[in-house]
């Protein structure tokens, strides 16, 4: 059975950092490496977005609301991803969540990012 467990979130301060990890399991090595990875969020009331990804290269893409603030890494040995936020802004709020393109219905419980003003 394929599962996401994200953790990592809390409640900062504006222009405070959390690191969020994503370890995945059930999933083969070569389709963990081989495959991208991708991190989304839910603001309340609002859809999820798609936040980053990277892919089995190791290149990452941004959206345009975190460029140069959040950071995407990939161990894949550990079959986990890794979210680094910085410069944190009221507007990051959400549960955040990992997700494997091969398995797009399958979802963690994900992890709370809170950041007061």
């Known amino acids: 059975q394929v599962r996401m467990v994200e953790s990592g979130g809390g409640l900062v301060e504006t222009g405070g950092s959390l690191r969020l990890s994503c370890k995945t399991s059930?999933?083969?090595?070569?389709?963990?490496?081989?495959?991208?990875m991708a991190w989304y969020r839910q603001a309340p009331g609002a859809q999820r977005e798609l936040v980053a990804t990277?892919?089995?290269?190791?290149?990452?893409n941004y959206a345009d609301s975190v460029k140069g603030r959040f950071t995407m890494s990939r161990d894949n040995a550990k079959r986990t991803v890794y979210l680094q936020l910085n410069a944190l802004k009221p507007e990051d709020t959400g549960l955040y969540y990992c997700?494997?393109?091969?398995?797009?219905?399958?979802w963690g419980q994900g992890t709370q990012v809170t950041v007061s003003s």
């Open positions: 059930g999933i083969i090595w070569s389709a963990f490496s081989g495959n991208a």
């Open positions: 997700q494997h393109p091969s398995y797009p219905s399958t």
């Open positions: 990277i892919e089995s290269s190791g290149a990452t």
